[in-house]
Every structure is written in C-alpha cells, then in structure tokens.
C-alpha cells in the first residue's frame, strides 16, 4: 500500500433535502433519497477519491468514537473497499454534520455538531499504530483539523516521522496547525487550506505580492511544492525554482459547488505522482484540473480521469518570478 | 414478565438546542449536552416509563432497522436493562425525528425521516415471535402509527391473539388502525390518539355530545375502559356502567410539554393495575395524574410515584351519564 491518509477528526455528512425548509415548522421527509450520509474529514474524503479515481487503495487513520463513528467506519468499509481502516476508537461520539438544503430557496442551513476529546492514551495508541503503518508506506497526506485533546504540533510530528521513513508527505491545513509543521518538519507538499480564513503562517494575505511572499516563505521552510488558491480561478504555485499563477481560462466555475475540491487536487496529485514522471507543475495543474472537474458536481464526487484531462487544456500557466 | 409493549414504527428522538436557529447559517453547536438522543415510539415510550416508574420489567417488540435501529436498542439496553427487547431487524432505517430547539424564539424546528419498509416475510416472522410471547404476559399495549408494509388490520390480529392468550390489552392509536381493531376485536382499555386529528372511528368529534356518543360506541364494541383527552384539561371516561368527565382543578398545565403525556398515562395506568385493586374509573384518574405531572417536564419523562400522587387530589370526577 502506497498512501496512508490521516483524519484525526472524521465526521459522518448528511444532507437533508427539505424545499422550503421553514423555522418553527414540522418537515416530513418521505423519501430516503433526501436524505444523504457520507464519510467525510478531509484525509478520508483523499482517501475515498483516490479508491474511485483510479482503485488506489490507501490506509486511512485517525480516531473514530460513537454511533457515529460506527457508521463512518461500516460505509467506508462496504462502498469503499480499498480503504484500507486503521483508526482508532475511543470514547464520545464523531462530529456529525447536517447540511439542510432547500434547493426552492437556495438556503444552506448547517449545524455541526462537536467531535470527541481524544485522551493521552488514545494519542499515544495512535502515534504507536502511525510509526507501524508509516513504514510500509510511500506517501502520507495530513489533512483536515484535529479534535479536543491533539497538540497543535502533532502535525509536525507525524511529518517528521513520514519523512524519516522515506514517505512524502501532503500537507492540507491551516491556522497553527500549518505554521507549526512548515516550520518544525516541512512537508514536501504544502496547500494552506484557505476555506475559513485569510491568514497562512499566522499572516493575514490579500495583495498578490502578500499571496508571493508567504509562498516562498514556506518553500524556504524546505517544501518541494507549495499551492495557494488565489482569488478563486486562480492558484500560486511555489518550488525551489519559482514561482507561478496557474488561471481558469474557460468553463464556469460554480462557486456554491466547492465542496471537497482541496481534496480532489490532492487526491489527483498523488494520482499523477504514482503514474508519471511530471513535473512539479505539471503535477500542480493536474490536481487543479481535477477541483476544477469537481466543481461540476454539487456534492464532493471525484471526476474521472477523463474529466480531468479534459480540463487540462483549460488552465494557462504563467511564471511570476 | 406481565407486560408487552408493541411498537411496529420505533424512531430515535433528537434534540439539538441551538439559541437564534436561523435558515442559510452554519451553526456550530459545541457541547455534547445540546444534542440528545432518545430511544422513541409510543410502545417503547410505555416501556421506559414502566421502567422508570417502579422498575417494572417489559417486553418490548416491533420492527428496527439499520444504523438508527441499532443506537434505539442499544440505548435501550444500555439505559434500560429490564426491558427486553424481541425487536424484528429488517432492512432499511428505522425513522429518525430531529427537534431543533430555539428557547429564545421558542421556535421547535423538526424534521422527521420517513421509517423502513416492513416486507411481508418480516411481518409473518414478527406475528410468530408475537404468537409466542404473548402466550407468557398480562397486558399487551399496541400503541403508535405502523411503518409502510404493515396492513391497517394488523393492530385487530394482535388484539385478537392477545385476548385469547388472556392478555389485557391496551390500545393507543388513531385513524383506520383505531377503527378496525376497535370494531374487529375490541381491546379493553381504548385511548384514541388525539395528537393531530379531530377524528375518532371515522368521525369528527367537537360538541360533548359527539364525544360522548363516540366514546359509547367503542364500549359498545366491547372495551371496558375508554379515555379521551377532551379540550386539553379534561378526559372523558367511559365504561360499561357509565360514563364520566375528569378535570383537572388546580397547578398549571405547560401545552409545549405534552410530549410522552399519553405514554405515561398509560404507564400509570398499567402500574395502577398491576399494583392495586382500583375501580376502572380510580385507574383513569390514576393515568390523567401521570400524564399531569409528566407535563412539568419539557422532555417526554416519567413522573414519580409520589409525583403522581400529589396530582390526584387535582382531579376533580362528575358523572355525565
């Protein structure tokens, strides 16, 4: 097995399709199909994409609690069968996400509910069960946030540790997360995950020269390739020989369609990386090709090989420096 | 084991307390406290109450399916031990009713997801068990709504196999399910379910005059004990020596708390009957003082004994023919 994924903090994801979903009133829901569950958390959301992208099979880790943790792990198991299930389970209940949606009014009403608090001992379980598995394996993606009870710098350890056993390592996150593994152990690949914030390496970042900056910043920090979404149609794209802005020429990008699109690039880079012999930036517009074929789906689907190749064609490249 | 609770439609009841509910916003709801998750089903619900009551054991029977069937009975095992549970598992997902609680705005948003699909070799396997188990208990209470699968005559069949086994048998139901077992093999103690219908066997009841003739009419059939809720503070009882009205005098009655109050009613009255040797109309007083103390609880909930009692000297009884 090639790839092991890590979501320390998965969560089940329902959608409930309620047409003028209305406060104070009693919604009846009389079909099944209105209502959706799938496994989500960012590394299982990589791992699920590579499965239906080209049958890489993958290992997947991280803590897993409750009904619905259960649930989480029994889909993963019956639809993707090459996930490979290495988590975790402790006490209290995995987060449960419940998207309303009221697709008459185009009203997204959400409520998250909270992950489990992960103890010492399950962290230490975990860290036992990583340098296991991390050994057998090529590449690792970190990805997502981490519950109740993880250390900020947790991240910066399993780097270090994937790197010692000879594994690149994918880096999606954010906030302290980010800045602390690009600066104790930096991973060879690193995406700021930049759905709820303008900040990357604790810097607030709104002008392109603030965008080429931190970019390089991180390269400096020892990353192979960095990738920035930049103003929605466009990402950065940092290695040790430059820098560049890969744009969306054509096609329409829906913005309400974003869902899972930071794991689609990651998952079709990884792709890429075990069938090719691309270049860093060739590998880079690869996976912008497959968030930009995503974004034709509502839900967080992976797009097919050929979706993606098609969308190739699409991207202009341009070097900034 | 005197007791058997029949609940063909189970669900698990969800809470979730959000403060400001509002439509198109993500909530983060971040204690584990705001979300509860209650075994549910009117037969269930008799159950846990009996349970709770006086530690009276029951059976409890019906049909559950999938991951929501799972958390009812494995909430139920855990939280109430002496219920016994001889649950049918089918295919699909038992239902699942989501209250989104506001108590600023006093808003209750729900959502109800619709309950599996009861194929006929299930019902056929749940009449055998049935058969079997009524053989062994006192009172058989057949209370709630059937699940799509299930024919509007079932409710008749238990009745009458549990009358022949020597069973009481308690019957809380609405619509075509009241009717016919009411004219096919009438259960002795009969208490319409009024919660969203003005309708009793087939006929809309708003005078006292058509109350009281309704209520006759199901005596007439051969029940020895009927109880209907009339104009929120009072029941009408009826048996074959007459028929009475109930009112409840004093202490404040709470109308967004009537949740379970039916269910312990008729938890009151089975533990009225399994513990003393009261008249008919002593054991509906009983019940409607359970179903009055229930009511000082938001959540559906069983009152003490000694709860109870304190609300019987609340009840005032005229005999109306």
Known sequence: MDVLTITMNPALDREIIIPH????????????????????GKGINV??????????????????????????SEELRKRYPNVTLNFIHIDGESRENISILDEINHYITEINAPGPVVQEPDLLHFMKLFNTVVSRTKITVISGSVPVGVPLDTYSILSEKAKESGNKVYLEARGQLLTNTVKKC?????????????????????????????????????A??????????????????GAWILTIEQGELDESHLLGTGDAYVAAMIHDYLTTNHSLLERAKYGMAAAMAKTTYLKKEMPSL????????????EKLD
């Open 186 to 222: 930096c991973p060879e690949v690193v995406r700021p995950d930049m759905r709820s914030t303008n900040k990357i390496m604790g810097k607030e970042v709104e002008s392109l020269n603030e965008y080429m900056e931190v970019g390089k910043e991180i390269v400096s920090y020892g």
């Open 306 to 317: 050929s979706d993606i190749e098609k969308n190739l064609d699409n991207i202009k490249i």
């Open 21 to 40: 979903f209305q406060l104070n009133t009693l919604h009846r829901v009389f079909e099944r199909e209105k209502l959706i569950s799938d496994p989500g």
């Open 47 to 72: 791992s699920m994409m590579l499965s239906k992208l080209n049958d890489t099979p993958s290992i997947a880790m991280g803590f897993l609690g409750g009904y619905t943790g259960r649930i989480i």
């Open 224 to 241: 192979e390739l960095v990738i920035i979404s930049y103003k929605f149609k466009h990402d950065l794209i940092f290695t040790p020989e």
